[in-house]
Protein backbone atom coordinates (compact mmCIF):
# COMPACT_ATOMS: atom_id res chain seq x y z
CA UNK A 1 0.00 0.00 0.00
CA UNK A 2 2.08 2.95 -1.55
CA UNK A 3 0.17 5.85 -0.90
CA UNK A 4 3.16 8.07 -1.56
CA UNK A 5 5.14 7.27 -4.25
CA UNK A 6 8.68 8.82 -5.34
CA UNK A 7 8.83 7.23 -9.11
CA UNK A 8 12.01 8.71 -9.97
CA UNK A 9 14.68 6.67 -7.86
CA UNK A 10 17.60 9.07 -9.16
CA UNK A 11 18.42 12.53 -10.71
CA UNK A 12 21.60 14.54 -11.68
CA UNK A 13 21.52 17.77 -12.31
CA UNK A 14 24.45 20.42 -12.56
CA UNK A 15 25.59 22.69 -10.46
CA UNK A 16 23.63 26.31 -10.67
CA UNK A 17 20.33 24.25 -12.39
CA UNK A 18 17.37 23.68 -11.11
CA UNK A 19 16.56 20.18 -9.09
CA UNK A 20 13.04 19.42 -9.79
CA UNK A 21 12.11 16.42 -7.33
CA UNK A 22 8.60 15.12 -7.54
CA UNK A 23 5.79 12.86 -5.56
CA UNK A 24 2.77 11.38 -6.01
CA UNK A 25 -0.03 10.65 -3.31
CA UNK A 26 -2.90 8.38 -3.47
CA UNK A 27 -4.85 9.72 -0.31
CA UNK A 28 -7.19 12.63 -0.55
CA UNK A 29 -6.83 12.82 3.43
CA UNK A 30 -3.68 13.77 3.05
CA UNK A 31 -3.69 17.63 4.73
CA UNK A 32 0.33 18.18 5.25
CA UNK A 33 3.22 17.28 3.67
CA UNK A 34 7.19 17.62 3.88
CA UNK A 35 10.23 17.33 2.06
CA UNK A 36 13.10 16.00 3.58
CA UNK A 37 17.11 15.55 3.32
CA UNK A 38 18.82 12.62 4.44
CA UNK A 39 22.38 12.16 3.67
CA UNK A 40 24.20 8.39 4.63
CA UNK A 41 24.51 7.49 8.59
CA UNK A 42 22.55 10.46 9.29
CA UNK A 43 18.95 10.86 10.28
CA UNK A 44 16.46 12.81 7.64
CA UNK A 45 16.78 16.82 8.00
CA UNK A 46 13.55 18.72 7.23
CA UNK A 47 13.56 20.93 4.46
CA UNK A 48 10.26 22.77 3.82
CA UNK A 49 6.32 21.72 4.26
CA UNK A 50 3.36 22.57 3.38
CA UNK A 51 -0.69 22.20 4.08
CA UNK A 52 -3.22 21.57 1.83
CA UNK A 53 -4.81 24.98 1.84
CA UNK A 54 -1.27 25.98 0.31
CA UNK A 55 -0.20 25.54 -3.38
CA UNK A 56 3.32 27.06 -2.89
CA UNK A 57 5.27 27.47 -0.31
CA UNK A 58 9.10 29.12 -0.33
CA UNK A 59 12.23 29.17 1.88
CA UNK A 60 15.35 30.17 0.52
CA UNK A 61 16.49 28.26 -2.45
CA UNK A 62 13.82 25.44 -1.79
CA UNK A 63 10.12 26.13 -3.25
CA UNK A 64 7.38 23.36 -2.51
CA UNK A 65 4.45 23.12 -4.98
CA UNK A 66 0.85 21.25 -4.41
CA UNK A 67 -1.31 20.42 -6.96
CA UNK A 68 -4.70 19.06 -4.73
CA UNK A 69 -6.63 18.08 -7.96
CA UNK A 70 -3.86 15.77 -9.52
CA UNK A 71 -2.40 14.54 -5.77
CA UNK A 72 1.13 15.60 -6.62
CA UNK A 73 3.74 17.76 -5.17
CA UNK A 74 7.22 18.98 -5.91
CA UNK A 75 9.87 20.52 -4.75
CA UNK A 76 12.45 22.85 -6.64
CA UNK A 77 15.44 23.30 -5.83
CA UNK A 78 17.58 26.77 -7.38
CA UNK A 79 20.09 26.59 -7.54
CA UNK A 80 21.47 23.59 -7.26
CA UNK A 81 24.68 23.51 -5.13
CA UNK A 82 27.09 20.46 -4.53
CA UNK A 83 25.80 20.10 -1.00
CA UNK A 84 22.46 19.28 -1.97
CA UNK A 85 23.56 15.53 -3.02
CA UNK A 86 21.31 13.88 -0.56
CA UNK A 87 18.44 11.62 -0.87
CA UNK A 88 14.90 13.26 -0.61
CA UNK A 89 11.89 12.18 0.78
CA UNK A 90 8.66 13.29 0.66
CA UNK A 91 6.00 12.71 3.88
CA UNK A 92 2.71 13.33 3.91
CA UNK A 93 -0.02 13.11 7.32
CA UNK A 94 -3.74 13.30 7.49
CA UNK A 95 -4.17 15.18 10.63
CA UNK A 96 -2.69 12.58 12.81
CA UNK A 97 0.61 11.70 14.39
CA UNK A 98 1.97 9.30 11.07
CA UNK A 99 3.90 10.75 8.44
CA UNK A 100 3.94 8.34 5.49
CA UNK A 101 7.00 8.41 3.34
CA UNK A 102 7.62 7.91 -0.04
CA UNK A 103 10.55 5.33 -1.23
CA UNK A 104 12.94 8.73 -1.42
CA UNK A 105 15.00 10.26 -4.64
CA UNK A 106 18.63 10.16 -4.66
CA UNK A 107 20.22 13.77 -5.86
CA UNK A 108 23.30 14.28 -7.30
CA UNK A 109 24.45 17.72 -8.38
CA UNK A 110 27.31 17.67 -10.49
CA UNK A 111 30.08 19.97 -10.00
CA UNK B 1 20.56 24.02 17.08
CA UNK B 2 18.59 21.25 19.58
CA UNK B 3 18.89 18.04 18.12
CA UNK B 4 17.53 14.47 19.08
CA UNK B 5 20.34 12.25 20.40
CA UNK B 6 20.13 8.40 19.72
CA UNK B 7 22.59 5.58 21.42
CA UNK B 8 23.94 3.25 20.53
CA UNK B 9 24.55 4.29 17.02
CA UNK B 10 25.17 0.67 16.15
CA UNK B 11 23.86 -2.42 18.24
CA UNK B 12 24.25 -6.28 17.25
CA UNK B 13 22.48 -8.78 19.07
CA UNK B 14 21.75 -12.70 18.42
CA UNK B 15 18.02 -13.43 17.75
CA UNK B 16 15.37 -13.68 20.51
CA UNK B 17 17.37 -11.04 22.46
CA UNK B 18 15.95 -7.96 24.41
CA UNK B 19 16.93 -4.65 23.02
CA UNK B 20 16.58 -1.58 24.38
CA UNK B 21 16.86 1.54 22.00
CA UNK B 22 17.71 4.98 23.38
CA UNK B 23 16.42 8.43 22.32
CA UNK B 24 16.61 12.29 24.31
CA UNK B 25 14.56 14.10 22.47
CA UNK B 26 14.60 17.92 22.19
CA UNK B 27 13.65 19.11 25.49
CA UNK B 28 10.82 21.43 24.70
CA UNK B 29 9.09 18.67 22.38
CA UNK B 30 6.40 17.05 23.73
CA UNK B 31 5.43 14.19 21.01
CA UNK B 32 7.86 11.61 20.39
CA UNK B 33 8.10 8.95 17.70
CA UNK B 34 10.01 5.77 16.43
CA UNK B 35 10.45 5.02 12.89
CA UNK B 36 12.21 2.37 10.69
CA UNK B 37 14.65 2.05 7.60
CA UNK B 38 15.18 -1.23 6.71
CA UNK B 39 17.73 -1.29 4.31
CA UNK B 40 17.07 0.31 0.56
CA UNK B 41 13.36 0.75 1.85
CA UNK B 42 10.75 3.78 2.75
CA UNK B 43 10.97 5.14 6.13
CA UNK B 44 8.47 3.52 7.99
CA UNK B 45 6.28 4.83 11.26
CA UNK B 46 6.18 2.55 13.99
CA UNK B 47 4.76 4.34 16.95
CA UNK B 48 3.61 8.12 18.75
CA UNK B 49 3.54 9.34 22.31
CA UNK B 50 2.38 12.28 23.56
CA UNK B 51 1.73 12.58 27.57
CA UNK B 52 3.11 9.37 28.67
CA UNK B 53 0.99 7.20 26.57
CA UNK B 54 0.88 5.90 23.06
CA UNK B 55 -0.83 7.82 20.89
CA UNK B 56 -1.08 5.88 16.95
CA UNK B 57 0.95 2.98 16.44
CA UNK B 58 1.58 0.74 13.12
CA UNK B 59 0.58 -2.60 12.04
CA UNK B 60 4.60 -3.22 12.76
CA UNK B 61 4.76 -2.15 16.25
CA UNK B 62 3.47 -5.46 17.79
CA UNK B 63 3.47 -7.37 21.34
CA UNK B 64 7.18 -7.38 21.08
CA UNK B 65 7.58 -3.69 21.01
CA UNK B 66 7.31 -1.05 23.75
CA UNK B 67 8.09 2.34 24.28
CA UNK B 68 8.81 4.26 27.41
CA UNK B 69 9.97 7.61 28.67
CA UNK B 70 11.42 6.64 32.22
CA UNK B 71 12.33 10.16 32.72
CA UNK B 72 11.86 13.45 32.24
CA UNK B 73 14.62 13.20 29.25
CA UNK B 74 14.91 9.67 27.84
CA UNK B 75 12.43 7.87 25.41
CA UNK B 76 13.11 4.33 24.68
CA UNK B 77 11.67 1.28 22.19
CA UNK B 78 12.35 -2.05 23.40
CA UNK B 79 12.19 -5.08 21.52
CA UNK B 80 11.30 -7.93 23.66
CA UNK B 81 12.59 -11.18 21.32
CA UNK B 82 14.44 -9.89 18.65
CA UNK B 83 14.33 -11.20 15.06
CA UNK B 84 16.40 -11.12 12.14
CA UNK B 85 13.89 -9.39 10.12
CA UNK B 86 13.77 -6.60 13.20
CA UNK B 87 17.32 -5.67 11.59
CA UNK B 88 16.90 -1.46 10.36
CA UNK B 89 17.22 1.56 10.97
CA UNK B 90 15.60 3.36 14.00
CA UNK B 91 15.01 6.43 14.13
CA UNK B 92 13.62 8.85 17.22
CA UNK B 93 12.10 11.79 15.99
CA UNK B 94 10.29 14.41 18.47
CA UNK B 95 8.01 17.26 17.64
CA UNK B 96 6.26 20.59 19.82
CA UNK B 97 3.20 19.64 18.56
CA UNK B 98 1.08 17.56 15.98
CA UNK B 99 -0.32 19.03 12.86
CA UNK B 100 0.30 21.97 11.05
CA UNK B 101 3.78 23.59 10.83
CA UNK B 102 5.59 21.18 12.97
CA UNK B 103 7.84 18.99 11.31
CA UNK B 104 9.43 16.03 13.10
CA UNK B 105 13.37 16.71 14.28
CA UNK B 106 15.02 13.21 13.59
CA UNK B 107 17.95 11.94 15.44
CA UNK B 108 20.96 10.10 13.87
CA UNK B 109 19.34 6.74 14.05
CA UNK B 110 20.47 3.56 15.91
CA UNK B 111 21.55 0.69 13.69
CA UNK B 112 20.12 -2.68 14.74
CA UNK B 113 21.32 -5.84 13.54
CA UNK B 114 20.27 -8.94 14.71
CA UNK B 115 22.10 -12.31 13.91
Known amino acids: DQQVKQNSPSLSVQEGRISILNCDYTNSMFDYFLWYKKYPAEGPTFLISISSIKDKNEDGRFTVFLNKSAKHLSLHIVPSQPGDSAVYFCAASAGTYKYIFGTGTRLKVLA | EPEVTQTPSHQVTQMGQEVILRCVPI?????FYWYRQILGQKVEFLVS????????KSEIFDDQFSVERPDGSNFTLKIRSTKLEDSAMYFC?????????????FGNGTRLTVT
Open chain 2, 27 to 31: SNHLY
Open chain 2, 49 to 56: FYNNEISE
Open chain 2, 93 to 105: ASSTRQGLNSPLH
